[in-house]
């Protein structure tokens, strides 16, 4: 049986001697932090006194995060067109923050999603930020968890993992390292979408060995003096390059090649003592979203950490407690989404990343005794800490690719569907993948083909 591992609310009147101090040295940063603080500490006072009146105070509005998700996904406010290259993103952003609050869409919004995630798959590859634009690797990680999480056949098919390995190596570098698009930046960010997208579509072992050959290496360059890792190397180090870094280097098995205890130490440093969320660099502000970019990083690290060991992972080394309240009690908008920090506009981004931070602290040492804060209806679903996405929807869609592997080599020799009637890769996989749905769900077929 499940069992929830009750965590209570921090003493506040304790709490006020963890406040910044700026020692009567006054500069812009300090008063930036104080400020910061106080609208805080108003969260927190007002808890202490609407507890008794309204339970509600202390929970998730999820009612009301879900009216948000399933209008965005809808329509989009004018305030968004800024986000017209990133829109595969804020459909990643909306079907994981409603995965981790238990909340489904209907079947139909699903297949509209996949029609157009379709439309913005590039005829070479990859997809890109919204249709008839370049294709692009951080659209192109939003399209592929999105279409895993959706995990039908038409969204597995959208895909087309043969172009898209194609494109991969169009914007791969000799020295392992990845531009983000073609003629584009390099940065750790494009080796970790590279790295992700490679892996959660089961790529072939010959093929990830090529396409990653010194991508390990090249990351581990990005590690700064503070442990943390940057965008590129040289450069300051920063949480959600960190998480890119770690995540990639633990999907390749080469957690080895940096220094881990280093990296453990910058990333605990990282949660701040009175808000209990975390900042994303060395002397900034708290930012909800830093919930999951710093936060999967640390149990990411100690499970490296254990396993070279051969120990288990027993215990999370941050306060996953602090980061809870944080979120519950100052991140929370009444009217649905969440924020960085008091004051600000609710978003999709902040949304996504602060819930699924508070999943990766509630499952972090256990998936059937989660640390929940409060309320056990609090508790929200777990996500895988690498790849952002359910952890299901990870084992069905490696074992699909596995699937449409088997049935790769089965073609080589022969004994399944002739490949020698099919003219490219994009329609060897298509009449793979038709094969896979005959052989699991022929029902399907008819109904999702387009």
Not at 176 to 189: N, S, W, Y
Request: with cysteine; hydrophobic share 35%; net charge negative.
């Amino acid at each position: 049986m499940d069992i929830n591992i009750g965590i209570e609310f921090r003493d506040y009147t304790l709490l006020k001697n963890f406040k910044y101090d700026d020692e009567r040295v006054s500069t812009v940063t300090s008063r930036e932090q104080q400020k910061t603080e106080n609208s805080i500490e108003k969260c927190f006072d007002r808890y202490q006194q609407l507890k008794f009146l309204d339970p509600k105070i202390a929970k998730f509005h999820r009612e009301e995060h879900q009216r948000f998700l399933e209008s965005m996904l809808h329509r989009l406010p004018g305030n968004y067109e800024c986000l017209d290259s990133s829109r595969p993103w804020c459909i990643y952003w909306i079907l994981q923050a409603g995965h981790v609050l238990n909340f489904t869409f209907a079947p139909q919004t699903l297949d509209a999603v996949v029609q157009f995630l379709t439309k913005c798959r590039h005829p070479e590859g990859g997809f890109a930020g919204g249709p008839d634009q370049y294709p692009h690797l951080a659209p192109t990680y939003a399209a592929v968890n999105s279409l895993a999480m959706i995990g039908t056949p038409s969204a597995y098919r959208a895909i087309n993992r043969d172009s898209l390995e194609r494109f991969l190596f169009k914007v791969r570098e000799p020295d392992g390292a990845f531009r983000m698009h073609v003629d584009g930046e390099i940065d750790i960010r494009g080796a970790y979408c590279a790295v992700s997208v490679a892996k959660l579509t089961n790529m072939p072992e010959q093929a990830l060995k090529k396409l990653f050959d010194k991508t390990g290496d090249w990351i581990a360059t990005c590690q700064t003096y503070e442990g943390g890792f940057s965008g590129t190397p040289d450069l300051e180090a920063h949480g959600g390059y960190t998480f890119c870094g770690i995540a990639a280097l633990a999907l390749l098995n080469e957690g080895y090649k940096c220094d881990q205890q280093q990296l453990l130490k910058w990333t605990l440093q990282r949660q701040m003592s009175y808000e209990g969320g975390f900042q994303g660099r060395t002397n900034k502000l708290v930012d909800g979203c830093y919930s999951f970019w710093v936060g999967a990083t640390i149990p990411i690290t100690q499970s490296i950490i254990s396993n070279e060991n051969n120990h288990k992972l027993v215990k999370t080394l941050f306060d996953v407690g602090a980061l809870q309240e944080y979120i519950l009690l100052c991140c929370q908008k009444p009217n649905g989404g969440l924020i960085d920090k008091p004051g600000k506009p609710q978003d999709l981004y902040h949304t996504c990343y602060t819930l699924t931070g508070v999943a990766i602290a509630q499952h972090a040492e256990s998936a059937l005794h989660p640390s929940v804060l409060g309320d056990p209806i609090n508790e929200l679903l777990p996500t895988h800490p690498l790849f952002n996405v359910p952890p299901q929807a990870v084992a069905q869609t490696t074992q699909y690719y596995e699937q449409l592997n088997q049935l790769y080599a089965a073609n080589i020799k022969g004994n399944n569907i002739s490949s020698e009637n099919v003219s490219d890769n994009e329609d060897k996989e298509e009449a793979e993948a038709m094969t896979i749905e005959d052989e699991t769900n022929p029902s399907s077929v008819s109904s999702d083909n387009s």
